[in-house]
């Protein structure tokens, strides 16, 4: 198997889309080469072109599309990059953060008051359909032969096609989790055909049915399967099992904490040494989030592998305004947080933290300037000249704390997570990977399923107490739900989880409030429409799908 940077930078020259325009109703779609490439081709580099067309999978989950050029138009393509739907999605709406810009594209977005007829939804749910019909046209390729592949080969794209499940299988969650009632299927849609639209418990039985026949493969063929930098493969797999599990409930399925549990703590099992407390976490917090975060992920060159899920953007032709970039870029522009704070040359003054957030889940001093919590390293405080509340949530001026995470510097890999000598230099697009999953969520997915199940209390402190502890935190005596909360919102920041952990919870609608939720200052419910977001509009009248109540 090749290095994925050398796979997704040939499909960046190789592999288009045919249809791609903003969205499609269905999951069809035949991956075929900008000079008119046909199937029959395929034969004469079976090998080179499967991997290839695998590579363009893979690259629209770490990228825009081939060469930089996004299969999403009608919305800004940097926008519909994988990891910024996610963040988007899951933060954008939350106490977490706010897009400070009111355009046409956004609206009141950052108020969760979303019509069905914004370009930022349609980009958004486009981009999750797009990746999931991408994994579906590989399989389909494979199977109806196209690749003209010898017995030789066939173990290859078996691989190949466990991979693309998973990654299937996370465009699936995302979709589903977000918007609800979906068009769903797998490589047996016809092509040209077009996709049932399936509840969100549909997705979750067909999609753990598949995670757990992976698993099982894998455990009884490759037990201790270490796919290469950039791959997916068991513990990718595993891990997405984890987030299904964990949020059965969410997807109406009946509570499998029990199932989240078992299927963490076999992760737990094959990651869970070195580093940090000899826990498989990096020593510092900040390690994972710098320039040279790459050697951290399975694969990488360190024997730290906290970085479950890497999204490559290290090379050039990988990099863009997506992952690692985004979050230094988006947050940084305004006077006090300028890109070379984190040593980059831009800043788009696009991002604010909310006050709610700020406040409920770290400690600070009487001034709000200083935080004991080494997870606010690279943040802008009070002591930047940046409030801690927001007076505002419309204009791109100071409305809240700037909280990055992500940065252009190298660090050093031992326990001081020192800035080396030798550092990138300064630019715009910035070659960080985006960390998708890492082992400390699944160390805090463990722990919630115990809480929930009332088990394992020993293990529940000593996995939150692991993360707590790395942040330069005490340790709790005893974790509460409450205390778990706590620390999953500290930990995860700005990794797109946020929406899905507060529907967990039933903090979302109601029962807790936030600065500008729903437009109001304080903070007020959402209506229960919001539960999801809206379909967009030109997708029902092309597809004939129903709508989302309440839109």
């Not at 081939?66 to 954008?92: A, H, T």
Request: glycine share 8%.
């Amino acid at each position: 198997m090749k290095a994925i940077s050398k796979i997704l930078l040939a499909a960046g020259s190789l592999v288009a889309i045919a249809g791609f325009t903003s969205c499609v109703g269905d999951l069809d779609l035949l991956p075929t080469d900008p000079r008119s490439l046909t199937a029959a081709d395929f034969e004469k580099d079976p090998q080179g072109y499967m991997e290839q067309v695998m590579g363009d999978v893979y690259l629209n989950y770490s990228s825009v599309g081939r060469n930089k050029e996004s299969v999403i138009s009608g919305f800004d393509g940097g926008m519909c990059s994988y990891s910024r739907v996610l963040i988007q999605l899951g933060c954008f709406a939350s106490d977490e953060m706010a897009w400070l810009p009111s355009n046409a594209d956004w609206g009141n977005f950052r108020y969760g008051q979303v019509a069905t007829n914004a370009p930022c939804i349609l980009g958004m749910y486009s981009r999750l359909v797009v990746n999931a019909s991408l994994c579906n046209n590989f399989i389909q390729t494979v199977n109806n032969g196209y690749f003209h592949l010898t017995p030789e080969l066939q173990d290859e794209a078996d691989e190949f096609i466990r991979q693309a499940k998973i990654l299937r299988s996370a465009a699936y969650f995302a979709l589903a989790d977000n918007f609800g009632n979906v068009p769903y299927g797998d490589e047996s849609v016809a092509v040209g055909s077009v996709a049932p639209q399936c509840s969100a418990k549909a997705v979750y039985d067909g999609e753990t049915a598949i995670l757990e026949e992976i698993v099982s493969w894998y455990k009884q063929n490759d037990p201790n399967n270490r796919p290469p930098y950039g791959y997916v493969g068991l513990d990718v797999a595993e891990s997405i099992l984890v987030r299904y599990y964990l949020n059965a409930v969410s997807f109406g399925a009946d509570a499998a904490y029990d199932k989240a549990a078992q299927h963490a703590e076999a992760i737990i099992a094959r990651l869970g040494h070195g580093g940090f407390q000899d826990a498989g976490l990096c020593y510092k917090y900040w390690q994972l989030f710098g320039h040279n975060n790459k050697q951290y992920a399975i694969g990488g060159s360190s024997p730290i592998n906290e970085i479950i899920w890497d999204q490559p953007s290290h090379e050039e032709k990988l990099q863009g305004w997506t992952g690692g970039s985004f979050l230094v870029n988006a947050w940084a522009g305004m006077e006090g947080a300028e890109g070379s704070k984190w040593n980059g040359t831009n800043g788009w003054k696009c991002l604010a933290a909310r006050s709610t957030f700020v406040t409920t889940y770290f400690d600070w001093n009487d001034d709000f300037s200083e935080s004991p919590d080494e997870r606010t390293k690279l943040w802008c405080t009070t002591k930047d000249g940046f409030p801690v509340e927001n007076p505002v949530l419309n204009t791109q001026d100071k409305n809240g704390f700037i909280t990055v995470k992500y940065s252009n510097w190298d660090y050093e890999s031992d326990e001081t997570g020192a800035m080396c000598d030798e550092q990138p230099t300064a630019t715009d697009e910035l070659g960080i990977d985006f960390a998708a999953i890492r082992l400390a969520e699944i160390y805090l997915s463990a722990a919630e399923s115990y809480l929930q199940l009332g088990t394992n209390q020993d293990k529940v402190n000593k996995y939150v107490n692991l993360i707590r502890e790395r942040s330069g935190q005490a340790p709790y005596a005893n974790v509460t739900m409450n205390e778990l909360r706590r620390e999953r919102s500290a930990e995860l920041y700005n990794e797109g989880n946020r929406r899905t952990d507060l529907i967990r919870w039933n903090m979302w609608l109601t029962g807790y409030n936030w600065s500008y939720k729903n437009g109001v200052p304080a903070g007020a419910d959402y209506p229960q429409a919001m539960r999801y977001y809206p379909l967009p509009l030109s997708i029902i009248g092309q597809a004939g799908y129903q709508q989302n109540p309440g839109y």
